[in-house]
Antibody, heavy 112, light 112 residues
Framework: VQLVESGGGLVQPGKSLKLSCSASGFTFSSYGMHWIRQAPGKGLDWVAYISSSSGTVYADAVKGRFTISRDNAKNTLYLQLNSLKSEDTAIYYC???????WGQGTLVTVSS | DVVLTQTPPTLSATIGQSVSISCRSSQSLLHSNGNTYLHWLLQRPGQSPQLLIYLVSRLESGVPNRFSGSGSGTDFTLKISGVEAEDLGVYYCVQGTHAPRTFGGGTKLELK
């Protein structure tokens, strides 16, 4: 089982970014997936979840700004980040349902 | 949202000592389907989190049996029976019974 995030970087406040999580070693389409973030020196902060049937749930802090999606043909999970704020600065991890597998994370820095 | 309160925030232990971490929920985590979606994670320094215990007391594959989980309703405990050096890091509880998912604030396990 392997999860590999990509797409992070430095972005200005108010701009957008799209993160990807490439999955391998398991039947991706059968699993719900999470995005979880961790601000520098802080604890874990749950962001969003997408079920195997593409139902979605979001944390209040990102609702209306972030969109989670998946492409089962490409075994890839996405997180579209819009209207970014400085408080969105964090390492973003993807994780499989029930947290049994995690990626290495991708750093998003929101700063002017 | 469900609030998970972990105590203590920091725990100092010697090698071989047994320790416990508490996770208290603001609402019962018993789901209508009979499952209790309370899990425990360990994040070692510089690493992604890893799953230790799922559904309150089930040991994740490959995790040493010195780790055990117990509890029900709103009160849960992670016990380490004989701390080893590789156990150092931050422990998190996470609930999946109620949307949105939420994490506890973390308990840092240090060597005394």
């Amino acid at each position: 089982v392997q999860l590999v995030e990509s797409g992070g970087g430095l972005v200005q406040p108010g701009k957008s970014l799209k993160l990807s999580c490439s999955a391998s070693g398991f039947t991706f389409s059968s699993y719900g997936m999470h995005w979880i973030r961790q601000a520098p020196g802080k604890g874990l902060d749950w962001v969003a979840y997408i079920s195997s049937s593409s139902g979605t749930v979001y944390a209040d802090a990102v609702k209306g700004r972030f969109t989670i999606s998946r492409d089962n043909a490409k075994n890839t999970l996405y997180l579209q980040l819009n209207s970014l704020k400085s408080e969105d600065t964090a390492i973003y991890y993807c994780a499989r349902n029930n947290y049994g597998a995690w990626g290495q994370g991708t750093l998003v820095t929101v700063s002017s | 949202d469900v609030v998970l309160t972990q105590t203590p925030p920091t725990l100092s232990a010697t090698i071989g000592q047994s320790v416990s971490i508490s996770c208290r929920s603001s609402q019962s985590l018993l789901h209508s389907n009979g499952n209790t979606y309370l899990h425990w994670l360990l994040q070692r320094p510089g690493q992604s989190p890893q799953l230790l215990i799922y559904l309150v007391s089930r040991l994740e594959s490959g995790v040493p049996n010195r780790f055990s989980g117990s509890g029900s309703g709103t009160d849960f405990t992670l016990k380490i029976s004989g701390v080893e050096a590789e156990d150092l890091g931050v422990y998190y509880c996470v609930q999946g019974t109620h949307a949105p998912r939420t994490f506890g604030g973390g308990t840092k396990l240090e060597l005394k």
